[in-house]
């Protein structure tokens, strides 16, 4: 006799789950490439070729009512995000953004970064640890961005707590999906 098949549940909200989610990963990849996720009424695909052809299919899969999950749906009136655009808005302003990654322009942002990234790390090494979330991978990308758009350093951190703020998800809105 064979075993019923385990029902899978994966959860976003998971603290748990986040410790090690690969093994739910992988049946989401092999049992539920197209996973459905009745209580925060979601689905969610699992295999990076069907992630990409939706991607690629913006007829079917918008991005325009929201990309992160506790926002979509929600009107954000005339508010312009790149992300949460279709095209062929999404395109023309894409175009515009692309200039400054080229591989010429990230080829001459490379010894900025570096001098960024030793500024960051440099004052760890010999120390018995730190945090390297808090130290540098929070830190890294807006500080680049601000140097790339020529924010002076002494604004950089006023800077990064602005984009942390309009990134954050409000715990109250957070509840509203986790009850």
Same mark, same amino acid.
């Given at each position: 006799?064979? +075993?019923?098949?385990?029902?899978?549940?994966?959860?976003?909200?998971?603290?748990?789950? !986040?410790?090690?989610?690969?093994?739910?990963? /992988?049946?989401?990849? !092999?049992?539920?490439?197209?996973?459905?996720?009745?209580?925060? !009424?979601?689905?969610?695909?699992? /295999?990076?070729?069907?992630?990409?052809?939706?991607?690629?299919?913006?007829?079917?899969?918008? #991005? +325009?009512?929201?990309?992160?999950?506790?926002? @979509?749906?929600?009107?954000?009136?005339?508010?312009?995000?790149? @992300?949460?655009?279709?095209?062929?808005?999404?395109? +023309?302003?894409?175009?515009?953004?692309?200039?400054?990654?080229?591989?010429?322009?990230?080829?001459?942002?490379?010894? /900025? @970064?570096? +001098?960024?990234?030793?500024?960051?790390?440099?004052?760890?090494?010999? #120390? #018995?640890?730190?945090?390297?979330?808090?130290?540098?991978?929070?830190?890294?990308?807006?500080?680049? @961005?601000?140097?790339?758009?020529?924010?002076?350093?002494?604004?950089?951190?006023?800077?990064?707590?602005?984009? !942390?703020?309009?990134?954050?998800?409000?715990?109250?809105?957070?509840?509203?999906?986790?009850?």
């Amino acid at each position: 006799m064979v +075993a019923p098949v385990e029902e899978i549940y994966w959860d976003p909200y998971d603290v748990e789950l !986040d410790k090690n989610p690969h093994a739910v990963w /992988r049946r989401l990849r !092999d049992e539920y490439p197209v996973y459905r996720n009745e209580k925060y !009424d979601f689905w969610a695909l699992s /295999r990076f070729a069907d992630v990409q052809a939706a991607l690629n299919n913006t007829k079917t899969f918008s #991005s +325009a009512r929201g990309t992160i999950l506790e926002y @979509i749906g929600t009107d954000f009136g005339d508010l312009d995000v790149l @992300i949460q655009m279709d095209p062929p808005a999404h395109t +023309a302003l894409r175009a515009l953004v692309s200039r400054a990654f080229t591989p010429k322009r990230t080829a001459e942002m490379e010894d /900025r @970064i570096r +001098a960024i990234c030793g500024k960051l790390l440099d004052p760890h090494v010999g #120390s #018995s640890g730190f945090d390297y979330v808090t130290v540098f991978a929070q830190q890294l990308p807006s500080m680049v @961005i601000s140097s790339m758009l020529g924010v002076p350093e002494s604004e950089g951190e006023e800077v990064r707590l602005k984009i !942390d703020e309009i990134f954050h998800v409000d715990p109250p809105l957070l509840r509203k999906f986790c009850t």
